[in-house]
């Protein structure tokens, strides 16, 4: 019987965007994820994100009969610790990917800055007020997205099934429209944890590990320290952007599988 991971996606990318690393874990792991989260309206997006943990929580207790594998990407990978800090008895061990944790001053800036409003200049935030959500055709939004320099570096397979379940077909004249909710993304981008530091003081319940990409804006604007306490050192670097899974699929996937098998040795 296979090993199952659990896996959370980043914010506005759904799940299946993923597939491409999926499929290279599908022989070792059974993969499993919620689609989009956040988009339950039995749980809204707050500040500090208790709800869409409990969406994470609520799907786990009701999978599963045995511990599993947490793994996530960005938003995804901060639920997933936080889901493993509420019920660790439900998870064998967490992979934060490009997801570092901000404690100490970091924290306490995040707080004033979402207070004023400067955080926005700080995250994608402001960008996903006016989004785009519409495009003619297939075409037409694979055309948008690949001349983008962000979406350029990705490998074309991710980029291709963001394109099919990201911005999928909305109309019988093949235009499509962004599956996921501009409010909602933008939402959770204006509400990211500040309290993770404390909450990690003495550590975390269960075995973590975190992969951070070389060239991730993220990890320079949250430092590495708290993340290495909280992974007691188990990190590991891939050459790339914040968005490095779906720049490098493969090493990502094969990343993973170290990263898994190195805190299973430890456990």
């Known amino acids: 019987m296979k090993n199952i991971i659990h896996f959370?996606?980043?914010?506005?990318?759904?799940?299946?965007?993923?597939r491409t690393i999926f499929a290279e874990l599908a022989d070792d792991y059974e993969l499993r994820s919620i689609e989009r989260i956040g988009h339950d309206a039995r749980y809204p997006v707050t500040q500090d994100?208790?709800?869409?943990?409990?969406?994470?929580?609520?799907?786990?207790?009701?999978?599963?009969?045995?511990?599993?594998?947490?793994?996530?990407?960005?938003l995804g990978g901060y639920l997933s610790l936080m889901a493993?800090?509420?019920?660790?008895?439900?998870?064998?061990?967490?992979?934060?990917l490009d997801s570092p944790v901000i404690a100490g001053w970091r924290s306490s800036m995040l707080r004033v800055s979402q207070w004023?409003?400067?955080?926005?200049?700080l995250s994608p935030a402001?960008?996903?007020?006016?989004?785009r959500t519409q495009w003619a055709s297939r075409d037409e939004a694979w055309r948008h997205f690949h001349s983008k320099p962000?979406?350029?570096?990705?490998?074309?397979?991710?980029?291709?099934?963001?394109?099919?379940?990201?911005?999928?077909?909305?109309?019988?004249?093949?235009?499509?429209?962004l599956a996921f909710d501009r409010r909602t993304e933008y939402q959770i981008y204006k509400t990211l944890p500040h309290t993770l530091g404390p909450r990690l003081?003495?550590?975390?319940?269960?075995?973590?590990?975190?992969?951070?990409?070389?060239?991730?804006?993220?990890?320079?604007?949250?430092?590495?320290?708290?993340?290495?306490?909280?992974?007691g050192g188990h990190v590991e670097w891939i050459e790339g952007s914040h968005l490095y899974?779906?720049?490098?699929?493969?090493?990502?996937?094969?990343?993973?599988?170290?990263?898994?098998?190195?805190?299973?040795?430890?456990?």
């Open 245 to 267: 899974p779906m720049e490098k699929p493969l090493e990502t996937a094969r990343a993973v599988q170290r990263m898994l098998r190195e805190l299973e040795r430890g456990a």
């Open 150 to 177: 962000a979406f350029a570096r990705w490998d074309e397979r991710m980029l291709s099934d963001y394109i099919d379940f990201g911005i999928p077909q909305s109309s019988l004249d093949g235009g499509r429209s």
């Open 49 to 74: 994100w208790p709800h869409l943990v409990e969406q994470l929580l609520d799907d786990i207790g009701r999978s599963y009969e045995q511990p599993v594998w947490l793994v996530g990407h960005s």
């Open 116 to 121: 004023t409003g400067l955080d926005e200049r």
């Open 84 to 96: 493993a800090l509420k019920k660790p008895q439900w998870v064998r061990g967490v992979v934060m």
């Open 8 to 18: 959370s996606h980043a914010n506005g990318f759904p799940a299946s965007t993923y």
């Open 201 to 231: 003081a003495r550590g975390a319940p269960v075995p973590v590990g975190f992969i951070a990409g070389t060239r991730s804006k993220e990890v320079r604007q949250a430092g590495l320290d708290a993340t290495r306490r909280a992974t």
């Open 126 to 131: 402001a960008a996903t007020r006016t989004r």
